[in-house]
């Protein structure tokens, strides 16, 4: 494999904030839970993970927020975009330190990740229906 080629870009809305991955992620889910809802100001979050090696900021710096000690959530500190998702510590067997998560849609090339899960469906807003058959979990 190609390193060069395999690299894709992403940043925040206003282009403060850059970011870059190696590879395409392995890992992307919709999630409906309340946290990135209040997070993102959004009805649910797309999110994407690749092995945290992989993932750099290439411009500005990623502000953190981390209103739930241990986990940690980043976002660009100028328009507000948020780009990442970290937790240090193991949740229900994943070792959430192992890989960078971020917004799947700041990608430049949204269209390299295929989210086909949606979690915390518990927490999903009654007025967002789910396509027909959409593998749910009502958390992780
Ligand atoms: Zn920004
Ligand atoms: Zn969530």
Known sequence: MNGKSNTHDGG???????YRIQGVP?????CHCRSCQLALG?????WAKIPAGNFSVTK???KICEKTP???RGFCGDCGTTLTYAADHVVEG???SKDAWFTAV?????TIVSPQNHVFVSHKQPWITLPEGAPAFDTF
């Open 60 to 62: 500005g710096k990623i």
């Open 70 to 72: 241990g986990i940690r």
């Open 94 to 96: 994943q070792d959430w």
């Open 42 to 46: 959004g009805a649910f979050v797309t």
């Open 12 to 18: 925040c809305y206003c282009g403060a904030v850059r």
């Open 106 to 110: 700041t990608l430049d090339d949204p």
């Open 26 to 30: 392995d890992f992307s889910a919709h």
